[in-house]
């Protein structure tokens, strides 16, 4: 029976191995052992597609006598996920993630950076989880050659904690069944699909691993500021503020490079340099002695971290550390009827996978 709506209970979202053109399966002649893997905690999913045309015209004619396509596709896929590891970090290609090195050195590498995305869609009324291939009226909506152009985490009062992910991408399939497709992505340089490789996505679960839980809290993240703290450099005595939200967040702007004879970009190369910026909104407690003429003076460095628990054993469960960072902005807001506030933004450059004294770094569980 044809469906009337599609809703969140009957999807779930995967990510591909990489690169995007690689094998999908760990037998790749007999289809055995699926590379596919499930994203969790999915909370939104908009992947969409712009094909923009050059008009030929001429005199005496006044309407175009056609509308060509001179560049390749635009297509982008955005998702967020509530964080209560790093399971979906390590899926989507960040690594290492024991805070030994840059969170993006795998994508810097080249050995973490391309990949597709699959979007699995069941039958109407039915849960996604738990529905094998054999299932009937499913269909999988395939993003290929993707890239990751941006990645965000917030956490702040009253809500979990979430992760949001950008995607640039080259092509868009449609499929019909979760099992002996092809996948979407194409060659870069001539945008022919696909013949040779298929995949399969495997069963949806809920569950993580072991050390999974539902969700990580508010009450249960800690923010440490580093000697900024100590210093109070900017007149806020930051041990007495009341944190209320932060947001991390870098983009990863991609250049296509493109060449004669090549209907796509044959690469798509990060631009650089890659700042990571973090954002701290509080309520001003006592203030304290500072001066910003001193500030610019010393203009110190700072190491900072975002640290999210588990809620049942306290153990670390999740931790951004941001090295090198600078003050770059320091806003205090008071109105009647709200409590003063102030928000810190704080800035730092991701280095190369040698450099360990700065930019971005994670660590924590990964199942």
């Known amino acids: 029976m ?15 191995p990489s690169p995007a053109t690689g094998n999908h399966f760990t037998n790749q002649n007999n289809l055995e052992g699926t590379l596919v893997k499930q994203l969790h905690r999915v909370q939104s999913a908009n ?12 005199f005496g004619e006044l309407a175009a006598i056609d509308r060509v396509i001179l560049e390749s596709p635009t297509v982008s896929l955005d998702f967020s996920y509530l964080l209560n590891s790093l399971a979906n970090e390590e899926e989507l290609g960040f690594a290492p993630l024991d805070g030994s090195s840059s969170c993006i050195s795998g994508i810097l590498n080249k050995t973490q950076d391309e990949r597709n995305y699959f979007i699995r869609t069941v039958g109407e009324g039915k849960d996604a989880l738990g529905i094998g291939s054999g299932e009937a009226n499913q269909n999988v909506i395939g993003i290929g050659n993707g890239f990751i152009s941006s990645y965000s985490t917030e956490g702040s009062v009253g809500n979990f904690p979430s992760v949001t992910v950008n995607v640039e991408a080259l092509n868009m399939a449609f499929d019909a069944g979760t099992t002996g497709n092809y996948i979407p992505a194409v060659n870069p340089v001539n945008g022919v699909k696909n013949t040779s490789i298929k995949y399969a996505l495997p069963t949806a679960v809920s569950s993580i691993g072991a050390s999974s839980v539902s969700a990580l809290r508010p009450g249960d993240i800690t923010l440490n500021l580093g000697e900024f703290d100590t210093d109070n450099a900017g007149g806020t005595k930051i041990s007495d503020a009341k944190i209320q939200s932060y947001t991390l967040s870098f983009d990863l702007a991609r250049t296509p490079l493109q060449k004669l004879g090549s209907k796509f970009a044959f690469a798509r190369e990060i631009t ?8 701290v909104d509080a309520l001003v407690g ?43 902005s320091q806003e205090f807001s008071s109105s009647i009827g709200d409590n003063k506030s102030v928000t810190l933004t704080f800035s730092s450059q991701i280095g190369g996978p040698n450099q360990q004294d700065r930019g971005l770094f994670m660590s924590g569980v990964k199942d």
């Open 2 to 16: 044809a469906r009337n709506r599609i809703i969140y209970q009957s999807e779930a979202l995967y990510a591909g």
């Open 47 to 58: 992947y969409s597609f712009n094909i923009a045309r050059q008009d030929v015209n001429q």
């Open 272 to 279: 650089f340099p890659v700042t990571v910026t973090l954002s």
């Open 286 to 328: 006592d203030l304290t002695t500072g001066n910003l003429a001193d500030l610019i003076v010393t203009d110190k460095n700072y190491d900072l971290s975002v640290t999210l628990k588990n809620p049942a054993t306290s153990a670390e469960q999740v931790k951004y550390t941001l090295k090198r960072a600078k003050l770059d």
